[in-house]
């Protein structure tokens, strides 16, 4: 029997048994209706009866008793109240004679209890027989009787009688009617359950029993056909709604894929665009900085100044217009993490207040003393927004000034800040405030001709503050002025932030300026587009730097093969073999050859995140975006120059030597080929920048080292545990480097 059989087996049983249920409890009431009925109208019956027995009692004890009571015949009476008190019936019997109480009795469970008690009971029928003697009165005779028990000893007999006779025929009446009821009710519902439970399955095929059941010419076989004829009506219902749902899942992929070919496309011409405006921007503001380098009459500065701001303000189109793609396509991406909110602004605002003077303006710039400086957020993003809507103040303000004002929120916590940004400018008209905040609009296209700008600017802020969980609102008034606020939740940090007080771009700028012995280095330059060979050999020209070039990604691989270079600097796109490619090829020969890593910059034109993981994941040790600041460069190459040393120090070491134990003699060799295999999985995890793998990897070797007393190995693994949990990539590598030597070098002695 399968499991479908055995269900609706189930489900007639249940549907049976409780129909005869129904029948048994509707014979069950009319049972105890019947009782309640009879014993009711037995009950007025025996009231009746009782009634007459107490009146035949009455007129006997008025003959008998006269001669007893006429002569005070106490025995007798006694003898007279026994013979009452003896039917069960009858509880008390007195006589008085001239109101004096002569004889009493009463059954023994009410002994010592008086009429009077009798008299405030409702259980108790009482009676009291005048006794005379030639019409005139001698005594008093006065009986009580047990009404319940009167009831019980004539009723009860009698409903147990009917009882039986009842029961008999509503069981009778019972059966009957469950055969009836199975033989032309239960069999016709259970094949319409039958076929109901089929459907709850999600199974339309009617069972071939079911079609004798359709041929019934009865309100059943009404009932059936309808079931039939339901079941066909869903069965092409359900046809045509799958063709529907399959048409328009065809019609919803398709729109998918051409949103997201769409969504591709736009973001590869972002990137490509991007790549292909950054790339000649590389040469242009390259040559410019170097052109303001260098001593040239004045009349030739002003025009190279021009040139500088005209390609800086070109990046920062460029830069808009990626920004405002990032947002649109979800991939923008904050920081969190702790910053000194005053040295932050203190920044900006020497900037800023150098622009103001120059147009002849006043720059004011408050803090409350109540704002809690040391904030958790993103940094970068706040100042991109303050320097979007304070230099929006300064530029379109022509007399008077800007304000900057930042407070607690008072309507909400302590994280809550306001960034008031006020100025005396031409301000917006009432009507254009709401179209300020769109990409490529303006308030009026005047304003535009007159002042230049995108459009882009507003937007991207109130796109920023809003991702950051803040709104912005404007007041203006125009030909008054104009007041931003800026509402951004900021959580307090319950430590200071180690904030040194200058921004990261004047730090770089005066590392360099400042720098008089800049470090030697052996540097390949990977680029395929000349002029900006040109530009990087003239940042480094008055350098003590010594710079290969290679044309293409192929000739850096062969170039690192055949000599030594402290640092690599690879363009990302180059014909033949591309900067990936490049860069994944050097890292495995030198795994495969057992040489130490070569630092690998990054050069890339494209500006999206995804694009930097690409150059991380294939193996570059950091990422410089183009066009490039020389500073920056500088910077880093002094970085890469630490690096080197730390590695070359360790390199001048002597092998390194380890004492352990004899007894793990024939252990530790085998250990130490794991570890060499091992080594593979922190390189892996490192060039995906996985920091949390590398430092539970290094945790994890540190104690296997500890284990055979292998001092040197544990102490690298410790500082590459402690150096991972920093996200410290370039010494992560060097520790790296270090226990690959290690692993080479060492030599062990058992003792």
Not at 7 to 30: E, N
Request: glycine residues 4%; hydrophobic residues 40%.
């Amino acid at each position: 029997m399968n499991k479908t059989d055995s269900t609706t087996k189930i489900g007639k049983s249940q549907f049976g048994r409780k129909i005869s249920l129904i029948i048994v409890s509707s014979a069950s009431v009319i049972l105890i209706t019947a009782l309640t009925t009879l014993m009711l109208l037995n009950t007025s019956e025996i009231n009746k009866q009782l009634d007459e027995t107490l009146s035949s009692l009455t007129e006997l004890l008025k003959t008998s008793l006269v001669s007893v009571v006429w002569h005070l015949d106490e025995p007798a009476m006694n003898n007279v109240l026994e013979a009452l008190v003896y039917n069960e019936v009858i509880i008390y019997a007195d006589i008085s004679v001239d109101g004096k109480l002569i004889v009493k009795k009463q059954r023994p469970e009410y002994k010592e209890r008086d009429f009077p008690y009798f008299q405030n009971s409702s259980d108790f029928v009482l009676k009291a027989i005048e006794i005379k003697y030639l019409d005139k009165p001698i005594g008093l005779v006065r009986i009580a009787v047990d009404y319940r028990k009167a009831l019980y000893y004539h009723l009860f007999p009698q409903l147990i009688k009917i009882a039986i006779l009842t029961f008999i025929g509503v069981v009778l009446s019972a059966a009957m009617s469950i055969f009836i009821a199975k033989r032309f009710i239960f069999k016709p519902l259970s094949q319409l359950e039958e076929i109901a439970i089929f459907l709850m399955k999600g199974k339309l095929d009617v069972p071939e029993t079911f079609s004798q059941f359709v041929k019934r010419e009865d309100v059943f076989g009404m009932l059936g056909k309808a079931f039939v004829e339901m079941v066909t009506q869903l069965k092409n219902n359900i046809r045509t709604l799958d063709a529907k749902v399959g048409q328009r899942t065809k019609e919803l992929e398709k729109s998918i894929e051409e949103a997201v070919a769409a969504s591709k496309a736009k973001g590869a011409f972002l990137s490509n665009m991007s790549h292909e405006i950054r790339t000649p921007l590389n040469t242009i503001l390259g040559m410019t900085e170097l052109l303001q380098e260098s001593p040239t009459r004045d009349d030739r500065m002003e025009l190279i100044r021009s040139m500088d701001t005209s390609g800086e303000t070109l990046l920062t189109l460029t830069n808009h217009i990626l920004d405002l793609s990032k947002i649109e396509s979800g991939q923008l991406e904050l920081e969190k993490i702790e910053f000194n909110l005053n040295d932050q602004i203190d920044d900006l605002c020497q900037i800023l207040q150098v622009q103001a003077r120059e147009k002849g303006l006043t720059f004011n710039c408050h803090i409350d003393e109540d704002v809690y400086p040391y904030r958790i957020g993103d940094p970068n993003r706040l100042r991109q927004i303050l320097i979007n809507l304070l230099g929006n103040a300064i530029k379109f303000t022509g007399d008077g000034g800007v304000t900057f004002i930042i407070r607690k929120n008072q309507l909400s916590d302590n994280n809550d800040l306001n960034f008031i940004v006020r100025d005396t400018g031409i301000g917006i008209n009432e009507g254009h405030q709401a179209m300020i905040f769109e990409s490529f609009t303006q308030a009026d296209m005047s304003t535009s001709r007159k002042f230049g700008g995108s459009g882009l600017g507003l937007a991207i802020t109130r796109s920023l503050v809003e991702k950051m969980a803040g709104h912005i609102r404007v007041q203006s008034e125009e030909g008054k002025g104009t007041e931003f606020t800026v509402v951004l939740p900021l959580t307090c940090s319950t430590s200071p932030a180690v904030n040194p007080g200058r921004s990261l771009e004047q730090q770089n700028q005066i590392n360099v300026t400042e720098a008089d012995d800049f470090p030697e280095l052996n540097i390949l330059l990977a680029e395929d587009i000349e002029e900006n060979q040109k530009v990087m050999g003239l940042f480094l020209k008055e350098l003590p730097i010594t710079l290969d070039i290679a044309e293409n990604g192929q000739q850096a691989i062969e170039k690192v093969i055949r000599n030594r270079y402290d640092c690599v600097l690879m363009d990302i796109q180059m014909p033949v073999v591309d900067g990936f490619e490049a860069t994944r090829t050097i890292r495995e020969w030198e795994a495969n050859n057992c040489r130490d890593r070569v630092f690998i910059m990054a050069l890339t034109a494209h500006a999206f995140k995804d694009e930097h993981d690409k150059c991380y994941a294939a193996g570059c040790d950091t990422v410089l975006s183009k066009p490039i600041k020389k500073y920056l460069l500088l910077n880093r190459l002094r970085a890469v120059a630490k690096s080197t040393q730390k590695v070359s120090e360790l390199n001048h070491k002597p092998t390194y030597r380890e004492t352990v134990d004899k007894e793990v003699r024939d252990l530790v060799p085998e250990f130490i080929q794991e570890m060499r295999e091992s080594l593979n999985l922190v390189e892996t995890a490192l060039k995906i920048d996985d920091f949390k793998g590398v430092s539970q990897l290094s945790a994890g070797f540190k104690d296997a080292a500890q284990t055979y007393n292998l001092k040197h190995l544990s102490e690298i693994f410790s500082n590459l545990h402690h150096t991972a949990d920093a996200h410290n990539r370039e010494s992560a590598r060097s520790l790296l480097n270090s226990a690959v030597r290690y692993i080479q070098e060492v030599e062990i002695t058992y003792v």
